[in-house]
């Protein structure tokens, strides 16, 4: 294959669109060679035949069409199916990476894919590491991509203007659905992040000594009511050595952590606190509850041993809501959520960079 | 002034958070050196100015002191503005250099880092993986370019033997003011922004 887009820079755009791409000249390729090897049964119906057997059983079968990568993925990895045994080289691998790429692809889809080099680069090795076997040019495509993206990171890449192929746009409801993310972000940014937008009047100083609050020398934590308390404790997650905090109209709180302006909490009760709706981007990995705690899929290491604080009350509402051996991912504002092809993603819970795994969350 | 010339292409400075802004021209100042004691008698230094200004609103007024009858030193003169933390700053931290062999400098490096028991910033030693991370590249290569004629430890560059030959230190020529400028910004100024010492304690 020749000819395929890859980025020149981090440009959010052709990182959409080249995920775009890709998906659909896998789905292409895994339909035709699928295709052809279905005709050498003389099984000419096959996707017809997928679905009336799916239908038999009484499972779910929403596709319209075999150039799904949604559907290639959900029938290749089931042992019943008769595309597990086309695909040669069919191992625990190859599904292991093609579950991930499908969590992944539906974060896309729902605009909540961080569209930088790094996804991009994560994308590229799982198209890798499902079309290889098959022998699919998009393969071809996945290296390319894998070897031009880590150039970039690495500074080793010289951009040249233009790029020779321009990487097609992504379908208008994906970037719709970015645009509905980014909209968000600019709102209000998770707690740790860099502050966006102006510098708000109101100053009130966070004593870490006292866990007061002080406007013009005087105490305002009451203001706060019951929440006091959490308040101050979540500033201080974020903002360690307190200091003077900017608080705007909505509540916001913005201070200076390390020389930056960061989202450090609220100042009263966070807006839509109590919504189920999935907000930010979705933390470039997979976890799994185990019914006692919560395992990362990528290093192997349990939460209750990784977090800076007791995470007792976080498994105690996971085990609510999730059954053991239940896979969940997480966004940057610590919404939790099981990944899912239909409908919008609903909340399960909330964490935040205290009772989560070490450096994946902002702050 | 020996980088007099370079000076003036270099108004300012970016390094780190910090932007120094180098002030033309040097006056005479009334006062008492540091290192001597509270009833010395005041005297006079050649005083060169310079700004430190950061992303989280610092602006910090210090001088290089050039004294009549003491050792040189860089300290704070006025904090103009900035957050609570920063009045670190203006109390502790000032750099008293030490008159070394042929008349050049020696400057010694410790930075402003966070005392947990204490709660607040002390100057304490600090490795060269440390200077180097508060700034995120190589702090010699940064002060060799600024015109430091020497880096390491006091024992290799100045043939010191007591229990100070293990502190880092670099040795510059009389009144070169970016490189004392440039490593007064990072070793207090920029420590003190990046709350140096609270994550590693």
Redesign the interface.
């Known amino acids: 294959m020749s000819g395929f887009s890859l980025p020149v820079d981090d440009d959010e755009v052709t990182i959409l669109g080249i995920i775009s791409a890709i998906e659909r000249s896998a789905a292409l390729e895994f339909a035709e060679y699928l295709g052809h090897q279905f005709d050498a049964l003389d099984q000419n119906e096959w996707f017809e035949d997928v679905r009336h057997y799916r239908k038999s059983l009484g499972q779910p079968f929403t596709y319209k069409h075999p150039a799904d990568l949604r559907f290639i993925i959900n029938e290749a990895v089931q042992e019943d199916s008769q595309i597990w045994h086309l695909i040669p080289n069919m191992n625990n691998a190859w599904s292991t990476a093609a579950h991930t790429l499908q969590g992944r692809l539906n974060s896309y889809h729902h605009g909540q894919l961080k569209p930088d080099l790094h996804s991009l680069l994560q994308m590229a090795n799982l198209f890798v590491a499902i079309t290889s076997s098959a022998g699919l040019a998009v393969a071809d495509w996945g290296r390319a991509l894998t070897t031009r993206v880590k150039d970039i990171l690495s500074g080793a890449y010289e951009k040249c203007s233009p790029p020779s192929i321009l990487a097609p746009a992504a379908p208008a409801e994906v970037t719709q659905k970015y645009d509905k993310t980014r909209e968000e972000l600019l709102k209000r940014p998770p707690l740790g992040s860099r502050w966006l937008g102006n510098k708000p009047g109101r100053k009130i100083t966070l004593d870490r000594r006292t866990r007061d609050l002080y406007e013009d020398g005087i105490s305002v934590a009451d203001e706060l009511g019951d929440i006091r308390e959490g308040t101050v404790t979540t500033w201080l997650r974020y903002f360690p050595l307190g200091g003077e905090v900017w608080i705007a109209q909505d509540g916001a709180a913005m201070g200076y952590v390390k020389g930056v302006a960061r989202m450090v909490g609220w100042f009263g009760p966070e807006p839509e606190g109590k919504s189920d709706s999935v907000r930010g981007f979705v933390v470039p990995k997979d976890f799994e509850f185990t019914g006692g705690d919560v395992k990362d899929l990528e290093s192997g290491q349990f939460l209750s041993s990784s977090s800076e604080e007791p995470v007792g009350d976080l498994i105690e509402v996971l085990s609510q809501r999730l059954c053991p051996g239940d896979r969940f991912s997480i966004t940057d504002y610590g919404d939790i959520f099981k990944p899912s092809t239909e409908g919008e993603l609903k909340r399960v819970t909330r964490a935040h960079k205290g009772i989560w795994f070490e450096g994946q969350l902002p702050g | 002034m020996g980088n007099e010339e370079s000076l003036f292409e270099n108004l300012s400075i970016s390094v780190?958070?910090c932007e120094v802004e180098f002030i033309q021209g040097t006056k005479t100042s009334l006062g008492k050196p540091t290192s001597q004691r509270q009833d010395a008698s005041e005297q006079l230094a050649q005083l060169t100015t310079f700004r430190v200004t950061?992303?989280?609103?610092l602006n910090l007024m210090v001088g290089l002191y050039v004294w009549e009858e003491a050792a040189p030193e860089v300290r704070p003169i006025e904090l103009l503005a900035g957050?609570?933390?920063h009045n670190e700053l203006k109390g502790r931290g000032g750099m008293s250099l030490i008159i070394s062999q042929g008349q050049k400098w020696l400057v010694p490096l410790r930075v402003l880092k966070?005392n947990k028991t204490k709660?607040y910033f002390t100057l304490q030693g600090a490795s060269e993986e440390e200077l180097d991370s508060l700034i995120g590249q190589s702090f010699r290569d940064l002060m060799t370019e600024l015109g430091a004629k020497a880096f390491g430890s006091r024992e290799a560059i100045d043939q010191e033997s007591n229990n100070k030959r293990n502190q880092l230190a670099m040795i510059v020529e009389p009144g070169n003011l970016e490189a004392l400028a440039v490593a007064y910004a990072v070793t207090r100024a920029q420590a003190v922004?990046?709350?140096f010492g609270?994550d590693v304690e």
């Not at chain 2, 950061?54 to 609103?57: I, L, N």
């Open positions: 780190g958070k950061s992303s989280d609103e957050l609570q933390k966070y709660g922004i990046l709350d609270l």
